[in-house]
């Protein structure tokens, strides 16, 4: 099997559709590359343990906003929203911190 590309539900508005890159369908990332704001979204991930770990200082402070937010009691819908961040990416690093404080 040859596929390049996965059906994905887009990390920007969560719709379904192939995935292109950065967790996005093709439609959302091309706006992003337009509008310049790619780099809101992580790069695609090959697997760890959790499928996704931060790297880069970008992911990193990304992530440590969330378990900031998440400690503040923040929903995850609004901890999406406050990060400009799509479900799928929280869904992400509440699986990074889940294995990060595992023990
Ligand atoms: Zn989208």
């Known amino acids: 099997m040859g596929n390049r590309f996965k059906s994905i539900r887009c990390a920007c508005c969560d719709k379904p559709g192939w995935h292109v890159g950065r967790g996005l369908i093709e439609s959302c990332y091309a706006r992003h590359r337009s509008a310049k704001t790619l780099d809101q ?4 991930l090959r697997p760890t343990g959790s499928g996704w770990s931060p790297h ?8 440590a906003r969330y378990i900031e937010l998440d400690q503040l009691g923040f929903s995850p819908r609004r901890i ?24």
């Open 41 to 44: 979204f992580p790069r695609t």
């Open 56 to 63: 880069g200082p970008h992911g990193k402070r990304m992530l």
């Open 80 to 103: 999406a929203f406050e990060m400009g961040v799509g479900p799928r990416q929280i869904a992400r690093y509440k699986a990074t911190l889940k294995e990060m404080t595992r023990g």
